[in-house]
């Protein structure tokens, strides 16, 4: 999950492009130095699992701020919503759904509720839980995945751990994950936005003036709001508030912080809810289990995509908000390699091509994590095209831009 977005209307993080791979170069230039096959990879295909269906949510054509109030209304006083779309100061980012949790328990807490549950494990529907344990009220997350952090997901299949969706604390000053991380210990990295390299299609590094407009507009258009200018209103970059601070990530994954939000009431995982009934008396999941309220922490993809059957049907402003709202795209692509051949100490790198292309855009981990690990991220058209191809040629897009970025032999 931004849950990789940044704090709105700045870029923290790389984009890339795509064209046909007939109309891209595959030999990497004679000058660049050759570079050694990946130890291993990771990539993410978000749109496809079907419990995101998506990366994080923005502000799309036809949408308006008080979308996002709509979205977040209760329903029928026994009915509740909370996530990062719902989040009108700071949408598609973690903080922002951790806050939708707690405030939507707060709205609970102001009921006669006593027994409730909370559809989805990711930070909201965590954060939500705990204020509503702390209360004294009766708890259950049921939670669809075998895993809890919903968007918020570090891998370690190859050793090392790799944030697949969300990658950065967007503002570390008033920001409540930096109370969580700091109750925990978790040692964090700051970004530097100014350590950054890119080069041209022969390898030449390029100075800020040279660099291609197409260059800069997917990198703080399609990977701040996983859309494309096409698909963002003309107001989306006006919504949101920026927290103050450096942004910084966790050496050690993200998952670190679930840790501080677990503890105390039951959850349920691989549990998933596919209908709600709710009346002003209670609520009722998947035909049989009953509650006085139930808090839906659900992405907004899968409420898009109809996923749970809400009986009755939602009221037609909320639902207008759900249809009004898109849901964005982000993938990344992780490459770790038994060195490091571009510049180690680089924190941001990029191949700009006069040409737009996949893989233009690139995160560097090791001066985070001391591992030689490069992270590609492609955001919302472009992400939507590459995600359609099979890994192996994905792959070789990823290396065929990396060989610009080697030293040279």
Known sequence: MSVFSTTRRRFLGTAAACLPAALLPLAAPATVARIPDPLGVKITRWRHDPFARGSYSYLARGAQFHDRVRLSDPVAGTLFFAGEATHVDHPATVHGALMSGRRAARLVMRTSAQNVAVIGAGFAGLGAAQSLHAAGLSVTVFEARDRLGGRVWTDTSLGIPLDMGASWIHGIL????????????????????????????????????????????????????????????????????????????????????????????????????????????????????????????????????????????????????????????????????????????????????????????????????????????????????????????????????????????
């Open 174 to 409: 008033n920001n409540p994950l930096t109370k969580l991380a700091n109750l925990l210990g978790i040692p964090r990295s700051a970004s530097n936005f100014d350590s950054f390299a890119v080069v041209d299609g022969r390898g030449a590094r390029l100075g800020s003036r040279a660099i291609p407009r197409w260059f800069t507009e997917r990198w703080e258009i399609d990977l701040e709001y996983a859309a494309s200018r096409r698909q963002l209103s003309p107001i989306a970059t006006e919504e949101g508030q920026m927290l103050l601070g450096p942004h910084v990530v966790f050496p050690g994954g993200y998952g670190q912080l679930i840790a501080g939000l677990t503890g105390g009431y039951p959850i349920r995982p691989n549990h998933q809810v596919s209908s709600i009934a709710y009346r002003r008396a209670g609520v009722t999941l998947n035909g049989s289990e009953r509650f006085d309220a139930a808090i839906v922490t659900a992405p907004l993809g899968v409420l898009k995509a109809g996923a749970i059957a809400f009986d009755p049907a939602l009221p037609p402003g909320k639902q207008t908000a759900i249809d009004r709202l898109g849901m964005g795209l982000l993938d990344k692509t992780y490459l770790h390699f038994p060195s490091a051949f571009w510049p180690a100490k680089t924190h941001f790198l990029g191949v700009a091509r006069p040409v737009p292309h996949p893989f233009a855009h690139w995160v560097n981990l090791a001066p985070h994590t001391g591992h030689p690990v490069l992270c590609a991220f492609n955001g919302a058209e472009e992400a939507g095209r590459l995600d359609d191809m099979s890994d192996n040629d994905l792959i070789a897009q990823a290396l065929d831009a990396l060989h610009l970025l080697a030293k040279k032999s």
